[in-house]
């Protein structure tokens, strides 16, 4: 059983840098588009960036472009995801989610499975 599992989540101060970090275990090495997603208390969750399993190919959300950077080290099957000058709309909880599409869509319907997500907080 593939499970993914996300872990680097915590308090930060705005304008903050925080990592996130992504592990996936239960298969072996492939092609796979992995993506990170987020969730704020009381709102849809919305696609925060995805990276392609040859990791040329990235796709962020206009809401973190500059400030986000996804990256992978598909030896480690580990993908991250460097977030600097945080803000408070930043705050909630991220998920990673994995797809066997080659492209980096933003469509959270084609990921499957998802990691069982880790908070950000953001405040002063």
């Known amino acids: 059983q593939v499970r993914l599992v996300e872990s680097g989540g915590g308090l930060v101060q705005p304008g903050d840098s925080l990592t996130l970090s992504c592990a996936t275990s239960?298969?072996?090495?492939?092609?796979?588009?992995m993506a990170w997603f987020r969730q704020a208390p009381g709102k849809e969750r919305e696609f925060v960036a995805a990276?392609?399993?040859?990791?040329?190919?990235?796709n962020y959300a206009d809401s973190v472009k500059g400030r986000f950077t996804i990256s992978r080290d598909s030896a480690k099957m580990t993908v991250y995801l460097q977030m600097g000058d945080l803000r408070p709309e930043d705050t909630a909880v991220y998920y990673c989610?994995?797809?066997?599409?080659?492209?980096?869509?933003?469509?959270?319907?084609?990921?499957?499975?998802w990691g069982q997500g880790t908070q950000v907080t953001v405040s002063s």
């Open positions: 239960g298969r072996t090495r492939g092609t796979y588009t």
């Open positions: 990276i392609g399993w040859m990791a040329d190919k990235t």
């Open positions: 989610a994995s797809t066997s599409i080659s492209n980096p869509s933003a469509v959270s319907s084609v990921y499957n499975p």
